[in-house]
């Protein structure tokens, strides 16, 4: 009796030290490939977009806002970014400016163009929808990889690419999320597909990547990007119409001056 | 009515040149690319209570145009504004005013810019009382609350160094406080003579005024210092035979503080003044907080709840009535495809129990329509405060507002 517990505990302590060297190989795994995405994304600089976004109720009704944004890569830390809204008419003009961080709080400023005011504004709300859309704020901001940890799952197929499954877990509390899984591209590691789950860890939504154009000859970009929300019904596309990498851009062009004549 | 002519000239000028490009959304990648849109706004506000003084309404109906026009070239870097603003209102004709909100050229160069003409210039964090914005003139026609602002004539430079933002301002020409006429409401009971305004200065209007500002951003802090000499935004008024009522606009130092510390869902915010007139020194401040609680039960939508204290040493001469009172708000943000808002809160005073509440809500009906309404009222009036007044005129307002 002595014999076969100990016997137990044994098999049961080898067992446990075999899954945590298979946990931390798939956590070694999972955070390579994010890595291996996040250099094959390096040193894009500074790139320009103009896009569409579609809003599609249960009732397939369909609402449209247009917006433009300018970019710029941060060595050291996340990017800076300026998005100018140009529909609906009641929004023209306003425009927001954030300053992502690779760890905690991004840096967020709202220009209210009807009275000139210039506001900080709590960027803590990650998990809330964009515009009406379904897409949340942590969706949209830049995809730092030190906001997650990760988890290598598999291989698997997603837009007919083979892909690294990769599970990660958003580092951030007032995240939306419990965890995402994202589908990397195995040539080139741009993401095909994510799927969200909330919070109770069951599926909430699943954005799909389409429509890629390579630029300078590097960096991959999506000019479609469809999010489906499976607990509402609701769908959001975001149509990129136009981009442009190397523009001319610095520091100045991210100050709140600058916001205040964004256009 | 000069200043009026004067506008409609000025508006008239930019537009007949943008009309002459022949587009409203002419573009040239090089060039220049110019905007032109309006905002049609009907505004229907009703009082609770009949009316206090003779001629005046219970119902009011009034009409807003703001036409506003954009002009850029060498890539941004130059740009003209103009923003005008066309108040038609059916009873008051006091109300029924056309202004130049901005009408100015400015150039950008890398962490320089200089602008000259007409502008608005905000200052400040707090949501209950803007003590450190002087710049601007208030538009007192607009609402009593006096959130709207004129256009200020001036030179203005803003040097953007790594160590913040620089702000120097030369406002060469004076603008008055206006109130509703005769035939509208919320306005004292007696008549003010804006012919013989009183001025401090013997340059009258024409008094040069100087401010300047630092302002910078340095993680959770946004942080800003300013200084202000010249003409008060704010009259005092004077009488001697207690009908006709002359306003008298001071001489003065202002030295402002701003800063709001972001942390998280939580927003600190808080203003300070120290003013100086030969005729007192004041020192005023207002401190409080926004908290968010954001994706409120998974639903999307936001609520914020505002504190915030205002003491000012004015005491009832303050023109806001702001002095020893506590601001309590609520933000409502839907966060739904019409952009469903809302805000409101109430004011009380502390020393003798003033209340006033105010709520306002919109919603987007389509692309280019937007429904508006506000409330705004008051409980007890103490007969020390300045509103006492026009304690009689609370009311609910519908607007519908067109973009084109």
């Not at chain 1, 599970?167 to 899984?181: F, I, L, T």
């Not at chain 2, 009703?46 to 001629?55: D, I, T």
């Not at chain 2, 009409?63 to 060498?74: A, D, G, T, V, Y």
Request: hydrophobic content about 35%.
């Amino acid at each position: 009796m002595k014999i076969k517990t100990r016997m137990i505990r044994k098999l049961s302590m080898l067992s446990a030290g075999l899954f945590m060297v298979l946990t931390s190989s798939a956590q070694n795994k999972g955070l390579e490939i994010a890595n291996k995405a996040e250099v094959a994304d390096n040193g894009w600089k500074s790139y320009s977009n103009t896009l569409t976004m579609t809003l599609t109720n249960r009732n397939g009704q369909q609402t449209t806002r247009q917006m433009h944004g300018y970019f710029m890569e941060v060595k050291g830390d996340g990017d800076k970014s300026m998005t100018i809204f140009d529909t609906p008419a009641d929004v023209k003009g306003t425009a927001s400016m954030t300053y992502t961080h690779k760890v905690g709080d991004d840096d967020q400023w709202l220009y209210l163009p009807s009275i000139k005011r210039v506001k900080r504004i709590s960027s803590s709300n990650k998990s809330g929808p964009f515009m009406g859309s379904e897409f949340a704020f942590e969706d949209l901001s830049s995809q730092e990889v030190e906001k997650f940890t990760y988890k290598y799952v598999g291989e698997g197929k997603a837009n007919g690419f083979d892909s690294y499954m990769v599970e990660r877990y958003p580092v951030s509390k007032s995240s939306g999320y419990k965890r995402n899984v994202v589908w990397f591209n195995k040539a080139n590691y741009r993401p095909e597909k994510i799927e969200f789950y909330d919070r109770k860890n069951s599926l909430l939504k699943t954005l799909t990547f389409s429509g890629y154009k390579q630029y300078l000859s590097k960096f991959w970009r999506a000019h479609k990007m469809e999010m489906v929300n499976h607990q509402n019904g609701k769908e959001t596309l975001l149509q990129f119409s136009k981009m442009e990498f190397g523009i001319a851009l610095t520091d100045d062009d991210f100050s709140q001056n600058a916001l205040k004549r964004a256009r | 009515m000069e200043f009026a002519r004067w506008c409609v000239i000025a508006l008239a000028l930019p537009a007949a040149w943008a009309a002459g490009l022949s587009a409203a959304h002419a573009q040239d990648d090089d060039g220049l690319k110019t905007e032109l849109r309006v905002q049609a706004r009907s505004d229907v506000r009703y009082f609770v209570e009949p009316p206090v003084y003779e001629k005046q309404h219970q119902v009011y109906f009034s009409q807003l145009f703001q036409p506003e026009l954009n002009m850029r070239w060498n890539g941004g870097k130059q740009l003209i504004q103009a923003t005008g603003f066309i108040r038609l209102d059916a009873y008051d004709p006091e109300r029924t005013h056309v202004d130049l909100r901005e009408l100015y050229y400015q150039a950008v160069f890398s962490k320089w810019e200089f602008s000259l003409g007409f502008k608005k210039i905000f200052w400040g964090v707090t949501e209950s009382n803007h003590l450190v914005d002087v710049i601007n003139q208030s538009d007192g026609l607009e609402g009593f609350d006096l959130e709207q602002k004129l256009g200020q004539p001036m030179a203005h430079v803003s040097f953007a160094p790594s160590w913040g933002t620089v702000d120097l301002f030369m406002m060469p020409l004076f603008r008055q406080m206006r109130f509703p006429g005769e035939n509208g409401r919320l306005r004292p009971p007696f008549l003010i003579d804006y012919d013989h305004t009183l001025y401090e200065s013997d340059a009258a209007q024409k008094h040069i005024d100087w401010a300047a500002r630092w302002s910078h951003s340095v993680g959770v802090f946004d942080i800003g210092l300013s200084h202000f000499y010249g003409t008060s935004r704010l009259p005092l008024f004077t009488t001697s035979d207690f009908v006709n009522f002359v306003p008298f606009y001071e001489l003065m130092h202002q030295s402002g503080l701003d800063l709001q510390v972001s942390t998280g869902p939580m927003l600190w915010k808080t203003e300070a003044i120290y003013r100086e007139s030969e005729r007192k020194i004041i020192r005023a401040v207002v401190a409080g907080g926004e908290y968010t609680f954001s994706n409120l039960f998974r639903s999307g939508a936001d609520l914020g709840l505002i504190l915030e204290y205002t003491y000012d040493d004015r005491g009832a001469e303050s023109i806001n009535g702001l002095n020893d009172d506590i601001f309590v708000g609520l933000r409502l943000a839907v966060n739904d495809v019409q952009s469903t808002d809302f805000l409101g809160g109430f004011i009380l005073d502390d020393t003798n129990g003033t209340l006033r509440y105010y709520a306002e809500a919109s919603r987007r009906l389509d692309q280019s329509l937007k429904i508006g309404l506000e409330v705004a009222g008051f409980g007890f009036v103490d007969p020390s405060e300045f509103l006492y007044l026009i304690r009689k005129d609370t009311y609910v307002q519908l607007s519908l507002t067109g973009y084109f």
